[in-house]
């Protein structure tokens, strides 16, 4: 009777089970590429099939577990699933090199550190300047894949699509940390993980995937702490964002923002400063100061001016009518182009489906009238409902106005069309998400009926055909 009680005690431990689904994945997908190499299985290979299979399943209920021990609803489960299986049919029904930037400059700098370990001391393109985390990730993808007989690019989009589910694994429980009751309503939840870009993004080839992961992670964190006030939680916060900046400098926004609210609670007494200098407080300190020296030493000789790798300059530089004006050119093109007139306008149309365009402009121009419908309406929840009903939402209007504001500086000071694209910022749709929750939750007890009707409307609208834009796999290859 014990020996029975021990065996389900396994079972009973889905974790367990998970990562045996993931070790039989692995080993049926090496198995099946082996025998496939030495001609003996031809035309579909069953067995590497299921060893994908296996591993997506195992990787996405690895998952589901953190989330449900940290009491995420199963309607929150069950989107986020959803997102996942959507963001896996994209990966393995679009072509690698479409849809992306410097593919080839990316596996040549991976495969230059795998042969080495080191950065290289001479130009390799676009990516030579940048931090050198995501690229020694990139160099254990490239080897694991040579390894497995598998294409790189595969391997390299694999590695997006789990730094993806970290976003949104974090990025969900960050928004069950903002629930005014038991949680988000699915209408948030299902905006926050089917957005447009997310599909796309959860497999592109581009260090700035891994800074959604820890961005999400530490943010999470923040919020913990905002709310709890246990030094263990910014802690963690804090070397989280640190070893953010060891991917991309951009995770300065992140830095900046914790310092502010670091600043806020101090002025608030919530904080005091002596106790930041403890021995553990050090240890994090001196690591901070090492990540952002990593981030920024000058580890390489570029042979290209920096202004040029960061996008093609105006010439004249942005008045402040570029960041108020909005034109009509919105409504008449689904996709960026070169002549375009404001900042709100690139942004929005980044934020949706960043700079490509797209082969599907007639879907895509009602998904930028739905973009901008969603945004109006959390505008509009937001200016109806009481100011109590913000209460403890500080992290999350620092969230939005912090990353804006960094992206507007930064345009002003390179001064160039792409420094406006919205994925430099995209992790702000955490808070937005967040924000939007709380004022739908509010006006949703005052019974404001039309405005409800109206927002779940536009919503589910934007997101349902957000979801067969990006299924119908015909028109990516």
């Given at each position: 009777?014990?020996?029975?009680n021990?065996?389900?005690?396994?079972?009973s431990?889905?974790?367990?089970l998970?990562?045996?689904?993931l070790?039989?994945?692995?080993?049926?997908?090496f198995?099946g590429?082996?025998l496939?190499l030495?001609?003996?299985?031809?035309?579909?290979n069953?067995?590497?099939?299921l060893?994908v299979?296996?591993?997506d399943c195992?990787?996405?209920?690895?998952a589901?577990?953190?989330l449900a021990?940290?009491n995420v609803g199963?309607?929150?489960?069950?989107?986020?699933c959803?997102?996942?299986?959507l963001?896996?049919?994209?990966?393995?029904?679009?072509?690698?090199?479409?849809?992306?930037?410097n593919l080839f400059t990316?596996?040549r700098?991976?495969?230059?550190?795998?042969?080495?370990?080191?950065?290289?001391?001479?130009?390799?393109g676009?990516?030579?300047?940048h931090?050198?985390?995501?690229?020694?990730?990139e160099?254990?993808?490239?080897?694991a894949?040579?390894y497995l007989?598998?294409?790189e690019w595969?391997a390299?989009?694999f590695?997006?699509?789990v730094?993806f589910l970290?976003?949104?694994?974090?990025?969900?429980?960050?928004l069950h940390?903002?629930?005014?009751?038991?949680?988000?309503?699915l209408?948030?939840v299902?905006?926050?993980?089917?957005w447009p870009?997310?599909?796309?993004?959860?497999?592109?080839?581009n260090?700035?995937?891994?800074?959604?992961?820890f961005?999400?992670?530490?943010?999470?964190?923040?919020?913990?702490?905002?709310?709890?006030?246990?030094p263990h939680?910014?802690?963690?916060?804090?070397?989280i964002a640190?070893?953010?900046?060891?991917?991309?400098?951009s995770?300065?926004i992140?830095?900046?923002?914790?310092?502010l609210?670091?600043g806020?609670?101090?002025?608030?007494?919530?904080?005091?400063?002596?106790?930041?200098?403890s021995?553990?407080?050090?240890?994090?300190?001196c690591a901070v100061?090492?990540?952002?020296?990593i981030?920024f030493a000058?580890v390489?000789?570029?042979t290209m001016p920096l202004?040029?790798?960061?996008g093609?300059?105006?010439?004249?530089?942005?008045?402040?009518?570029?960041?108020?004006d909005?034109s009509?050119n919105?409504?008449?093109?689904p996709f960026?182009?070169?002549s375009e007139?404001?900042f709100?306008e690139?942004?929005?149309?980044?934020?949706v489906?960043?700079?490509?365009?797209?082969s599907w402009?007639s879907?895509?121009?009602?998904l930028?009238?739905?973009c901008?419908?969603?945004?109006?309406c959390?505008?509009?929840?937001?200016?109806?409902?009481?100011?109590?009903d913000?209460?403890?939402?500080l992290?999350?209007v620092?969230?939005?106005?912090?990353?804006l504001?960094?992206l507007?500086?930064?345009?002003?000071?390179?001064?160039?069309?792409?420094?406006?694209?919205a994925?430099?910022?995209?992790?702000i749709?955490?808070?937005?998400?967040?924000?939007f929750d709380?004022a739908y939750t509010?006006?949703?007890?005052?019974?404001?009926?039309?405005?409800?009707?109206g927002s779940t409307a536009?919503?589910w609208s934007?997101?349902i055909?957000?979801?067969?834009f990006?299924?119908n796999?015909?028109?990516l290859?």
């Open positions: 009777m014990v020996l029975s021990k065996k389900y005690e396994f079972y431990k889905p974790h367990l998970a990562a045996i689904a070790g039989w994945g692995l080993t049926a997908l198995i590429q082996r496939f030495s001609n003996l299985l031809y035309g579909e069953a067995l590497s099939s060893g299979i296996l591993v195992a990787v996405i209920a690895m589901t577990q953190w021990r940290r199963a309607g929150s489960l069950c989107v986020f959803l997102a996942c299986f963001s896996l049919h994209y990966l393995h029904n679009s072509a690698n090199d479409l849809y992306t930037n990316q596996i700098y991976g495969e230059f550190i795998k042969g080495h370990w080191m950065h290289p001391f001479s130009y390799l676009a990516q030579s300047h931090p050198p985390l995501y690229f020694y990730l160099a254990l993808a490239i080897k894949a040579i007989n598998i294409p595969t390299l989009r590695l997006s699509w730094c970290i976003f949104n694994m974090f990025g969900l429980a960050t940390r903002a629930g005014l009751t038991q949680g988000p309503h209408t948030t299902a905006l926050f993980l089917l870009a997310s599909t796309h993004l959860a497999s592109k080839i260090n700035e995937i891994l800074l959604y992961a961005y999400a992670a530490s943010f999470y964190y923040l919020v913990l702490w905002y709310q709890e006030k246990k939680q910014l802690m963690k916060s804090l070397l640190a070893a953010g900046m060891t991917a991309k400098g995770a300065i992140l830095l900046g923002l914790i310092a609210m670091m806020i609670s101090w002025y608030r007494k919530e904080l005091a400063i002596r106790s930041l200098v021995l553990k407080w050090l240890g994090v300190w100061v090492v990540c952002i020296g981030s000058k390489i000789n570029d202004e040029k790798l960061d093609w300059a105006s010439g004249q530089p942005y008045s402040a009518m570029h960041f108020f909005f009509y919105y409504f008449q093109s960026v182009t070169w007139t404001s709100g690139y942004f929005l149309k980044t934020l489906f960043e700079e490509y365009k797209w402009p879907l895509a121009i009602y930028n009238y739905l901008l419908g969603v945004i109006s959390a505008v509009l929840l937001c200016f109806t409902i009481r100011r109590i913000f209460k403890g939402m992290p999350f620092l969230g939005v106005a912090v990353p504001l960094f507007i500086f930064y345009v002003i000071r390179k001064n160039s069309i792409t420094s406006q694209d994925r430099y910022v995209y992790p749709i955490i808070s937005f998400a967040a924000l709380r509010s006006v949703l007890l005052q019974k404001k009926r039309y405005l409800i009707y536009i919503v934007f997101v055909l957000s979801t067969i990006f299924w796999a015909d028109h290859r």
